[in-house]
């Protein structure tokens, strides 16, 4: 038997939505898993070159984890080995939730083979403790866009959908940038002016989001805990972002911790004119890339292929 699991990429923070906010993108990876007498890791697509193929793998690193916490009469037909397939169709280390999709992907496909002993909440509370942070986990868990919230109790998140169709054009520079590194570069303590701005622009965020109220995201996404310390990792940030909102974006915003960006806009013909002038704007800084417009996914990971 062997479960196939389609898993999308995601945005986090949205600029002013640190650490707590995520938004599923229609751009998808796929995780396949079956019994095995051994391990078996294969990657195919982006990061097959890069990408770990024995225990190091993420992916595989997960598995293990749920393997541990439950009933060894559970876990017998995972437990000689498996053979785990990644199959990633958008980029790694680019601040688009490929280790959460990864991560999210395997636990989803694990729990079809065990015969579901786990909620889709206990899915969650582990892929956060594996990813240190709920929002991306959340976003690919679900779908749609997410406000997650840990705690002693767990994981706390709401979903929904917006009531427009959004795109949302991504700039994706020619570099990667490991989440760990941008980071270290955020101070340890922001001032209470600073937390002010972002709390009371996070909360406009949703709001605008769940009611539609798109002329209100631009100031929503504003930010002041995390990219402008992170801009010192990609200079060219500012006037990215500048050239998006000249070119009509409705708000924008660094995806996840970068490089990527990520600009909304009211429909496919914005987005792409709004992905061509970030994107200038990017070689005019002497550094490569491509764009690509997306819509949103609503539904999150799910079972495409089974058998």
């Known amino acids: 038997m062997f479960v196939t699991v389609q898993v999308p990429a995601t945005t986090a923070n949205l600029g002013s939505g640190f650490d707590a906010v995520g938004v599923a993108l229609a751009w998808h990876s796929f995780v396949t898993l079956e019994p095995y007498d051994n391990l078996v890791v294969e990657v195919v697509g982006e990061g ?33 080995g498996f053979r785990l397939r990644l199959e990633n169709r958008f980029p790694i280390t680019r601040g688009l939730g490929s280790s959460a999709a990864a991560r999210v992907g395997v636990l989803v496909a694990a729990n079809i083979l065990l015969g579901e002993p786990l909620t889709l909440e206990q899915i969650l509370k582990l892929a956060t403790e594996l990813e240190g942070h709920p929002d991306n986990v959340a976003a690919a868990l679900f779908g749609g866009i997410v406000v997650a919230v840990s705690s002693e109790e767990g994981v706390t998140c709401v979903k929904f959908s917006p009531p427009l169709d959004f795109r949302i054009a991504l700039l994706v520079p020619d570099f990667a940038l490991e989440t760990r590194k941008a980071r270290e570069v955020l101070p340890s303590t922001v001032s209470r002016a600073d937390a002010v701005y972002n709390l009371s622009r996070a909360a406009l965020l949703v709001a605008a989001l769940a009611t539609g109220q798109i002329d209100r995201l631009k100031v929503a996404m504003q930010d002041k805990l995390h990219q402008p310390y992170r801009q010192s990792l990609m200079p060219w940030l500012a006037e990215v972002f500048e050239a998006a909102l000249n070119a009509g974006a409705l708000g924008v915003h660094l995806s996840g911790a970068g490089p990527t960006v990520a600009a909304w806009c009211e429909d ?17 800084a002497g ?16 079972v495409v292929q089974r058998g």
């Open 48 to 80: 097959e070159k890069e990408i770990a193929k024995n225990e190091n793998n993420i992916a595989v690193k997960a598995l293990r984890t749920l393997l541990r916490q439950l009933p060894e009469d559970v876990v017998k037909p995972l437990s000689k």
């Open 268 to 284: 496919e013909s914005k987005g792409e004119a709004v992905a061509k002038a970030m994107c200038q704007s990017l070689r005019a």
């Open 287 to 302: 550094i490569d890339g491509y764009w690509h417009v997306v819509s949103l996914d609503i539904q999150g990971a799910k």
